[in-house]
């Protein structure tokens, strides 16, 4: 079973060569396998259908097979497999056997499949950077799909994650999985989960180690509690947590596993936000994304239906607020004009200045996000984490007094790409570069307007992001949040950011109505990397204090 | 006022006195600046912004210019500048973008004098023209740097910093890290950016700079204006590098590099020093380096005082090079003498020594060592020795720069087995995988065979001191962890005596016959030769103690009275045969670690001495028979031995058989780990495994490593841990998961002959590039000169 695993594995990987021939024969030998396979299980279907929970294992076997081609059929960046898989598909349904159909419309549950870009219409940039991610992974994920909309950072994503996960690093490979899992699971983000679980077994990952943190290695059960205080409050990190997992006898992390389990832990805990942000869909080929059942009214999807993604329901609910809302661009770009002249007339008092800090830090925490629904999350999930009650809590509300942490005294540029860099080389440049080029993407536009300076609503939201963890920067006037974002953006940001499960179709529909969903992603991927640079700053700073 | 117009003129002959002296801050220091007469500095921080006088023996606060009830933001200081003209004019960057002016000669508390508030971001640096009274210039994170005329409300010019904007979707803004002003030309200043450009302005273009070079990878931090050459400018970056340019000619041409361990975020020239200049760090490194920029890899001094970050340095007058000041993040502002200042360069080693493969030795001293040496002792025999001379240029008025070494080459005779046992050794030892009884029988038997008896004997007596099970548990009750740290355990490294040192080169070749364990180090400190005289000497003294150490702590009936009461041991003792064995061997290879100080002319053969040693003095003997014949006691626990084994390892370290130190230390593992202090455990190891991975035996180190128990040893195997390898078929990179190439689609290393994939030693033809499982390869081409693969070429096995 185990080399039989193997066997499939080099199979899907050979799909990714960019040679058309050699391409060719791969998938010529994946259908005479899995043609081989149907025949052997020929005789069966008749009789499996009635009872799909009792599948034998070649059923399973096959049925895993048939959905991963299912995926490749959708999902490949190259057109002849595609159309490949698709055949065969067909052929395995003329022959009487279920085959799966996906569940659910598109990469994304909140963007209707057709505005994403369709994988065979791409221009040759973003084809050449979903063909490498096809190379590198045998997959085209959702979260790539969704991101296709911003190439340039796409490209530097891609490069970032394949290094964390894949290249020179001082962690074994399943343990980068395996932190991946904690750290998704901390915010129950089962596509993740999902996703790095069969890595986390196709690079030889202790299938046990599933079975919750308890059964993995003492030395990861350490890093649960720095995985709880990052995800949630950061702010409370300080040298003894550090101190902690450095000193643990054998079980002990060193400097540099310990930067690189940090950068992983933050990745992923973002990576989660724009999971949620952005409602991915599970991927095909895993759970919940495909379905042998054959398509019925009542098998649905519910979210479908109710997100107008069904094949029936095209109507998109946006139409009906266009009309009253068509003003609010226009009001935001007046503002940002006006913030933009008023500045040199009217200077507010310093003192004016740090209250208005203050003001913005205490009423994101009254920002309301959740719907109330305070239900603990599903079995499954949380068993990679401990202390699922553990979530983001308010500092000011709750009457902690926790000192606002200066930009300018500890910033990513200055100090933690140092740190980094010093004890995981190449790390520091690649995350560099990707702040760098999520700060400063632009594309001069908002909604339909052309030739648009969009950088103050870019730093108003990195802004206010950095300001829901008590970053404070002394050269920004925080007023201009307030004018900026309006109260339904902040539900959105302040969801993403804190709770990213308790993200809603709705929290995402009704913020910036006029705005294309490419400019929702570009959101998106801003509240993504501030919040990794906010969660990164904290960390490295309890770092930096611990060594010196 | 009077005060200080006094003490300017007593500076006009030069006469600054001082001590190195320290104060405590209320905060943490951004930057300090120093008035031009010197008898005063300003800190400045986030929450400090204070004068203090410096005096002879103490700083004093003179004037805290942070005053109101709850300071704004202006106060919060990035940096801060006192103007070198006029005595009572400072100006300081704010984080919140606002640039001000202070005059101290106002009469109210607060001495705010002008407020700037055109940058839109943090302003990181202010700085007053030198010779120009009204002029300041700011550089901000907005990318933007102006220049204000303070008799003015509002700045006289601005200067961009942005690239112009031909990526519509790309227009970084990128920050102003320093601006200076330039000491010569009057309207030229410099400024250097988050991107890693510096660039050039004249003053009276603000639509375009001068020039723009890119001086560092990342940002460049800080720059800094020679005092006296006009057309240098230092550089100081993220890349952990100090560059210094030459801006003379048409393009900026790096002159100097010196590379540091950490960030750059401070460079100062050293006044009167054209090659001096001063630099501090952002992260992780405290203290402050004054480098001599034409000897780049040492410092020529540090002050090492700063527990946290160092934020601002300063030299507290223009023409004094003696005084430096200092602020920090650990709230302190120091003044450092000159004379106290650590100088690496008396503590480095001198002399570098180092081995080639093939046991060839490089060696670089002071030439003057090496001269005077070689004159005194010509080798005889015709040496092969080539000395190579490295002069630089000779400079009398520089103590630091003047240094000259000479490297020389010494070849050994390529025939020569010096080393094998230590080969052998490494590779036949077992360190893991067996009980540990087993393992330490192995180990005694590799060594035996190899002829060196008393690392077999070692072996012997740590399987009976150890192997009783009930015992291991039990912890070692003395902790001599102290006496451990004083011992000298390196000392055989150091080079102390040249002299001596020389000559023990002529030796090393000759002795080349032998295997000596000793010979693991052939630093010229330690000169072991095996000289009869010598060996029976030290049998009885120096090697002696180490196997006696039963005597003096047992009651020697208490272990015979034990003697037979373990049936299952007994069995095991080959002791007579053994012990008389040793007898011979122990004269063959003597531990003597005695120096000779003496170059005896005609080194005897070993072997061909046996005879006359033959017979041991009784001690040896029967203290061989003493500690081997008895049974273990139960009255002595395992933890009983640990302080004479852990002297026994520092013993076999200290002779340079580092080797069976981290052998015994990994067989032990527990039972002696807690023993013997990690820095020392670290320190054998890493030994070690240098030398196993000079000598290519990549096996043996990756496994010392992979046992060892240090921490900072195992890290060792947490880098470079990816292999990637290409496809043969159709040289593309392959992934990393089976096999079969992801792009052909063939299995990448098929062999030739069986037409399998080879999962192991791969063998192949440069010719063709054709290949196999090696003894496939052997065999094919044992019996067909041509390529198995039928391609035609002739292939050929080496």
């Known amino acids: ?548 | 006022m009077e005060k200080m117009s006094r003490v300017t003129t007593a500076l006009g002959s030069n006469a600054i006195s001082g001590r190195t002296m320290f104060c405590h801050l209320d905060a943490p220091a951004n930057a300090i600046s120093v008035c031009r007469d010197a008898t005063q500095v300003v800190v400045a921080g986030r929450n400090i912004f204070k004068i203090y006088a410096l005096e002879e023996e103490q700083f004093v606060e003179k004037l805290n210019l942070r005053v109101g009830r709850k300071p704004s933001l202006n106060f919060s200081c990035a940096d801060v500048m006192w103007h070198q003209m006029e005595e009572n004019l400072l100006a300081t960057a704010a984080t919140n973008g606002a640039v001000v002016t202070w005059n101290l000669g106002k009469p109210s508390r607060n001495k705010q004098d002008q407020l700037f508030t055109e940058h839109k971001r943090t302003v990181n640096k202010v700085c007053f023209h030198p010779t120009e009274v009204y002029m300041l210039l700011s550089g901000s994170q907005d990318g933007f740097m102006k220049c204000f005329d303070l008799r003015k409300k509002e700045s006289v010019s601005t200067f961009s910093g942005n690239l112009v904007c031909n990526n519509s979707f790309m227009c970084q803004s990128e920050s102003v890290r320093d601006v200076q002003f330039s000491m010569k030309d009057y309207f030229t200043f410099a400024a250097s950016f988050e991107n890693g450009n510096v660039q050039l302005w004249d003053i009276r273009r603000p639509d375009r700079y001068e020039r723009m070079f890119t001086a560092h990878t990342g940002p460049v931090f800080c720059c800094d204006w020679h005092p006296d050459d006009r057309g240098w400018l230092a550089t100081g970056g993220r890349d952990k590098m100090v560059k210094v340019w030459d801006m003379t000619t048409n393009r900026a041409k790096e002159i100097y590099c010196v590379q540091t361990i950490a960030s750059v975020a401070r460079v100062k020239w050293r006044p009167e020093r054209k090659f001096h200049l001063a630099t501090c760090s952002m992260m992780v490194d405290h203290n402050i380096y004054v480098w001599d920029i034409r000897r780049p890899f040492i410092p020529f001094a540090t002050f090492e005082e700063h527990k946290d970050v160092t934020t601002g340095i300063v030299w507290r007058h223009q023409h004094d090079p003696h005084f430096l000041l200092s602020g920090s993040k650990d709230s302190t502002l120091y003044q450092h003498m000159f004379k106290d200042a650590t100088r690496p360069v008396d503590k480095a080693n001198p002399e570098g020594l180092c081995f080639g493969l093939l046991g060839d030795l490089a060696f670089a001293a002071k030439e003057s060592l090496i001269t005077s040496d070689a004159n005194r002792k010509p080798y005889p025999g015709g040496d092969r020795r080539y000395p190579m001379f490295f002069f630089k240029k000779p400079d009398p008025t520089e103590q630091f720069a003047h240094v000259s070494s000479a490297l020389s080459v010494f070849e050994t005779d390529l025939d020569s087995h010096r080393m094998d046992w230590f080969v052998k050794t490494a590779q036949l030892y077992l360190l893991s995988g067996k009980p540990f009884a087993e393992l330490c029988d192995h180990n005694a038997k590799v060594a035996q065979e190899l002829k060196r008896p008393q690392v077999s004997t070692t072996w012997t007596m740590l399987r009976i001191m150890f192997s009783d099970p009930a015992n291991l548990a039990t912890p070692g009750p003395n902790h001599n962890l102290g006496k451990l740290g004083t011992l000298p355990l390196m000392n055989s490294f150091s080079l102390k005596d040249l002299g001596s040192g020389m000559g023990a080169e002529s030796r090393l070749e000759r002795s080349k016959g032998e295997s000596r364990q000793d010979n693991i180090h052939l630093e010229p400190g330690n000169s072991y030769i095996s000289n009869n005289e010598e060996n029976e000497e030290t049998e009885g003294s120096e090697g002696h103690p180490e196997y006696m150490f039963g005597d003096a702590e047992l009651d020697d009936d208490d272990l015979y009275s034990m003697e037979h009461d373990n049936q299952t041991e007994e069995q095991e003792y080959t002791l007579p045969q053994e012990a008389f064995q040793l007898r011979h061997e122990i004269v063959d290879n003597p531990s003597a670690p005695e120096h000779l100080q003496q170059d005896k002319a005609d080194s005897p053969h070993v072997s061909g001495n046996e005879a006359e040693v033959t017979c041991l003095t009784p001690i040896e003997s029967f203290s061989l028979i003493s500690i081997s014949q008895p049974l273990f006691s139960p009255h002595l626990p395992a933890s009983f031995f640990c302080p004479i084994v852990r002297e026994m390892l520092s013993y076999y370290a200290e002779q340079g058989d580092v080797q069976m130190a981290v052998s015994v230390l990994i067989v032990l593992g527990d039972r002696i780990r807690k023993e013997i202090d990690d820095l020392t455990q670290e320190h054998w190891y890493m030994s070690y495994i240098d030398l196993l991975q000079r000598f290519e035996l990549w096996n043996v180190s990756n496994e010392v490593i992979k046992l060892s128990t240090c921490s900072a040893i195992t890290c060792l195997n947490q880098t470079s841990t990816t292999l990637h390898i290409n496809c043969s078929n159709c040289k593309r990179p392959m992934s990393n998961k089976g096999w079969i190439c992801d792009r052909c689609h063939q299995c990448a290393s098929v062999c030739a002959v069986c037409h399998h994939v080879v999962k192991g030693l791969f063998v192949w033809c440069q010719g063709c590039s054709h290949g196999g499982h090696l003894e496939h390869m052997m065999n094919w081409l044992k019996s067909s000169a041509h390529c198995p693969a039928g391609c035609g070429h002739l292939c050929e096995y080496t």
Not at chain 1, 38 to 58: F, Q
Not at chain 1, 480 to 488: C, F, G, P
Request: proline share 5%.
């Open chain 1, 1 to 548: 079973m185990e080399v039989q695993d193997q066997e499939s594995v080099g199979r899907w990987d050979r799909l990714g060569t960019r040679d058309p021939s050699s391409r060719a024969d791969a998938i010529e030998n994946i259908c005479q396998e899995v043609m081989r396979k149907v025949e052997t299980i020929g005789p069966i279907p008749p009789v499996a259908p009635l009872s799909p929970a009792s599948g034998s294992p070649p059923g399973n076997d096959l049925n895993d097979i048939l959905a991963h081609v299912l995926m490749l059929s959708r999902r490949c960046p190259f057109e002849d497999v595609r159309e490949r898989c698709s055949q065969l598909l067909r052929n395995i349904q003329d022959l009487g056997i279920r085959i799966p159909r996906p569940l659910g419309n598109g990469p994304s549950k909140f963007i209707p499949e057709k505005e994403i870009l369709q994988i065979s219409k791409v221009d040759s940039r973003t084809q050449s950077i979903f063909e490498d991610a096809f190379a590198a992974l045998g997959r085209l994920d959702n979260i790539s799909l969704v991101m296709g909309f911003h190439p340039q950072y796409l490209e530097s994503f891609l490069r970032t994650q394949h290094y964390l996960l894949q290249m020179d690093g001082p962690l074994p490979l399943h343990y980068r999985h395996y932190i991946g899992i904690m750290a998704a699971a901390r915010h129950q983000c089962s596509y993740l989960v999902n996703l790095h679980v069969n890595d986390f077994l196709q690079v030889g990952g202790d299938p046990k180690w599933l079975n919750g943190l308890f059964e993995a290695p003492q030395k990861l059960q350490q890093l649960g509690e720095l995985n709880k205080i990052l995800a949630h409050r950061p702010w409370l990190l300080t040298k003894q947590h550090i101190e902690g997992l450095l000193k643990a006898e054998e079980h002990s992390w060193s400097l540099a596993e310990l930067i690189h389990a940090v950068v992983l832990l933050t990745h992923y805990h973002s990576l989660a936000s724009f999971t949620f942000g952005c409602g991915i869909t599970p991927e095909i080929h895993c759970d919940g994304g495909h379905t042998f059942r054959p398509p019925s009214l009542s098998q649905y999807c519910v979210c479908d239906i109710a997100n107008g993604n069904g094949h029936t329901s095209e109507v998109n609910p946006d139409y009906a607020f266009l009309k009253d809302m068509c003003g609010e661009v226009e009001v935001l770009m007046e503002r940002m004009k006006q913030l933009q002249e008023c500045r040199d007339d009217e200077e507010a008092s310093q003192e004016e200045m740090a209250t208005r800090f203050e003001r913005e830090k205490t009423e994101s925490m009254l920002v309301v996000t959740s719907e109330d629904e305070e239900s603990g999350p599903p079995r499954d999930i949380s068993r990679h984490f401990e202390d699922p009650s553990y979530g983001y809590k308010d500092f000011s509300r709750r009457g902690e007094q926790v000192p606002t942490f200066r930009a300018q005294d500890y910033s990513w540029e200055d100090h933690g790409f140092s740190l980094v860099n010093r004890l995981y080389p190449n790390v520091g440049q690649m995350l560099d570069e990707k702040f760098h080029m999520v700060y400063n993407l632009t594309y001069n536009t908002m909604a339909t307007h052309k030739d648009v300076d969009t950088s103050m609503l870019r730093r108003a939201i990195w802004n206010y992001i950095h300001c829901m963890f008590g970053i404070r920067y002394d050269d920004y006037d925080y007023g201009e949040i307030n004018q900026l974002l309006d109260r339904s953006f902040k539900i959105y940001i302040k969801t993403i950011v804190c709770s990213p499960e308790k993200t809603t179709k709705r929290m995402y529909e009704s913020f910036w109505r006029q705005f294309q969903h490419s400019e929702k992603v570009h959101v998106n991927l801003l509240l993504m990397e501030a919040r990794m640079q906010a969660e990164l700053l904290y960390a490295l700073r309890a770092i930096t204090r611990y060594m010196t």
